[in-house]
């Protein structure tokens, strides 16, 4: 019995924290990136086959490039779990804001996939980092990166309407 871990107190709000609020934000994240691909794929071919393929390359080539390190350089990935939490925190933050001002910029560009690219490569740090990374060092980047897509949102609207 020595081995177990002191049990939180038992309340309303942390069960919200641990029960909702916590899993929402680990998989909205990756699943908000994972939408807006989709998304942005499926509009891409009703544009027409050419616009389709290269938006859906795209989507495939961070995926691919991140999958090639995490198999053969994962202690590249796991570099990420020595920044400091606060730093990793507001770098993930800013990286957000930076990806909904890419989404807002270039969503509908008739020429190279910008929007897919830094959406899918972003998708691709945070989860395999999540499977690079020990504990919950990875969580930081989680946060962070839905704190700046809301604050954006707050500030400047969803960036594929108007």
């Not at 495939?60 to 991140?66: H, N, W, Y």
């Amino acid at each position: 019995m020595a081995d177990e871990k002191p049990q939180e107190p038992s309340n309303w709000g942390a069960w919200l924290i641990h029960q909702l609020i916590h899993p929402f934000a680990v998989s909205a994240t990756p699943g908000f990136l994972a939408i807006l691909m989709v998304y942005l794929a499926f509009s891409a071919f009703a544009r027409g086959f050419y616009p389709g393929v290269r938006s859906f390359a795209g989507v495939l080539l961070p995926l691919i490039v991140v999958t090639f390190i995490f198999i053969f350089q994962r202690e590249l990935l796991e570099k990420l779990g020595t920044i400091p939490l606060f730093a990793s925190f507001f770098a993930a933050l800013v990286v957000g804001l930076i990806v909904m001002f890419v989404v807002q910029l270039y969503a509908r560009s008739p020429t190279v996939p910008i929007t897919e690219l830094v959406l899918s490569g972003s998708f691709s740090l945070l989860v395999f980092s999540y499977a690079s990374l020990r504990g919950n060092k990875m969580l930081s980047y989680y946060y962070g990166m839905i704190a700046g897509f809301l604050l954006y949102i707050i500030f400047f609207g969803f960036p594929l309407l108007g």
